[in-house]
C-alpha cells in the first residue's frame, strides 16, 4: 500500500517569529561561489566553488521537541531520552474551532477523539488549531494560540501517551507566566513538540506513523524533526 509523507516542520528563516522569551534566529552569509574562487579548489580546468552562511539561532526556534531536561534541572537531556517515544503510532485531533486563546480541555479531548475514531492508547496525540495557517507569519502567531489545560495534559498521561504536538511556539498560552501544561508534563514525565504545521493535512486520516527522531546532541531541545506517514 501506497504511503505518503508529510513534513510537519517549519522552515527555518532569517528574523521569523519566535516564542516572547527567545530571540529570532537571523542568517548571515559566510562565503558565496564568487568569494571561494580564490582559494582554488579542485584543479585548474576544473575549479570547485562552495557557498555557506551562518546560522544563529535558540534550540527553542522553530519546530522543536522539549527534552525533560528543558523544564526540570534533574530531567534526562535529549540524547539520553529513549529514542522510541520520538517515533510511533499517531493520531491528530481536529481543534480547529477552538478560538485564539482558547482552551483545549479534557472534555475537549474526549469530543476530538471520539471523532477521530481512535482510542487513544500510547499514541502520539497532535493538536490541528488551524492557528498557523490563521497567521503565520504575522506576530499573532506568537500572542494568540490556544493553550492545553492540566486536565487536557492528565487525560494524555492517563491514557499512556508520552508525546504530543501543538501548533504555536508553546502549548501554554501567551497571555501568563504560570506555564501550568509545561509544569504537568514535568511532573507526569511526558513531553511535547511545538511549531508543528501542516496538520490540517492529518485530520481525518485515523492512526498514522509519526517519526520526530531528535539530534543528537546535549541540548535540550532538538530542530527540524517532525514527519507523519499517512
Given at each position: ?48 566553488t562552495f557557498q555557506t552562511n551562518f546560522i544563529g539561532m535558540f534550540d527553542h526556534v522553530g519546530t522543536h521537541v ?165
Open positions: 500500500m501506497n504511503k505518503t509523507v508529510i513534513d510537519l516542520s517549519l522552515t527555518v528563516e532569517d528574523n521569523m517569529p519566535a516564542h516572547k522569551l527567545f530571540q529570532s534566529p537571523f542568517y548571515l552569509k559566510h562565503l558565496n561561489h564568487e568569494d571561494t574562487k580564490s582559494l582554488e579548489l579542485g584543479v585548474p580546468e576544473d575549479r570547485m522539549d527534552a525533560f531536561r528543558h523544564v526540570n534541572p534533574d530531567g534526562t537531556p535529549v540524547d539520553e531520552m529513549p529514542l522510541d517515544i520520538f517515533m510511533g503510532k499517531a493520531v491528530c485531533f481536529d481543534m480547529r474551532h477552538i478560538p485564539d486563546l482558547g482552551d483545549i480541555d479534557a472534555a475537549e479531548m474526549d469530543k476530538a477523539e471520539k471523532e477521530a475514531g481512535v482510542k487513544v492508547d500510547g499514541h502520539i496525540v497532535l493538536l490541528c488549531t488551524g492557528h498557523h495557517e490563521r497567521h503565520y507569519l504575522n506576530l499573532d502567531v506568537c500572542w494568540k494560540h490556544p493553550g492545553l489545560t492540566v486536565d487536557a495534559t492528565h487525560w494524555l498521561a492517563d491514557r499512556g501517551s508520552k508525546m504530543h504536538g501543538v501548533e504555536g511556539p508553546s502549548t501554554d498560552k501567551p497571555t501568563d507566566n504560570i506555564f501550568a501544561q509545561h509544569r504537568a508534563c514535568r511532573d507526569l514525565g511526558i513531553s511535547h513538540y511545538e511549531w508543528l504545521v501542516n496538520l490540517e493535512k492529518l485530520v481525518g486520516k485515523g492512526e498514522f506513523e509519526f517519526f520526530g527522531v531528535p539530534i543528537s546532541s546535549r541540548v535540550v531541545l532538538a530542530r527540524r524533526c517532525a514527519f507523519a506517514l499517512v
